[in-house]
């Protein structure tokens, strides 16, 4: 991934972890689930690995398969956004003066990050 898309990412992750989650539907492909699980959304999706945000929903409703060289890009993608959330939880464990709803926010963040982490242990080698 380049630098560029990488900041992009970086600077784009860190508000959508926040907005409230709706569940993606179980029969996504589990990379494309993660991603949406740690709040990055289809445009985000799209813009970092050079597709069109139709193809991400076509790939997502399982209408089209991910063809080897973007299931890889979308593999690094995860390992990315997955790395960011981490380090986002990691840095607010710091933070004791955390009003009661942003300490409930970061709770519901932190369970997010299991998810994925319990979701990508199933389905990586």
């Given at each position: 991934?380049?630098?560029?898309?990488?900041?992009?990412?970086?600077?784009?992750?860190?508000p959508?972890?926040?907005?409230p989650?709706?569940?993606?539907?179980?029969?996504?492909?589990?990379?494309?689930r993660?991603?949406?699980?740690?709040?990055?959304t289809?445009?985000?999706?799209?813009?970092?690995?050079?597709?069109?945000?139709?193809?991400?929903?076509?790939?997502?409703?399982?209408?089209?398969?991910?063809?080897?060289?973007?299931?890889?890009?979308?593999?690094d993608?995860?390992?990315?956004?997955?790395?960011?959330?981490?380090?986002c939880?990691?840095?607010?464990?710091?933070r004791?003066?955390?009003?009661?709803?942003?300490?409930?926010?970061?709770?519901?963040?932190?369970?997010?990050?299991?998810?994925?982490?319990?979701?990508?242990?199933?389905?990586?080698?």
């Amino acid at each position: 991934m380049s630098k560029l898309k990488g900041e992009f990412l970086a600077s784009s992750l860190v508000p959508e972890i926040y907005r409230p989650l709706v569940a993606p539907p179980r029969s996504q492909p589990p990379v494309l689930r993660a991603l949406f699980i740690l709040g990055v959304t289809t445009k985000t999706v799209a813009e970092c690995i050079g597709v069109a945000p139709p193809t991400v929903s076509n790939w997502s409703a399982g209408r089209i398969p991910i063809p080897a060289d973007r299931a890889r890009a979308l593999d690094d993608l995860l390992r990315f956004a997955l790395s960011a959330a981490r380090h986002c939880e990691q840095r607010s464990r710091t933070r004791d003066h955390l009003s009661p709803v942003k300490k409930a926010t970061v709770e519901t963040f932190r369970s997010r990050i299991a998810e994925v982490e319990v979701l990508v242990g199933e389905t990586r080698p």
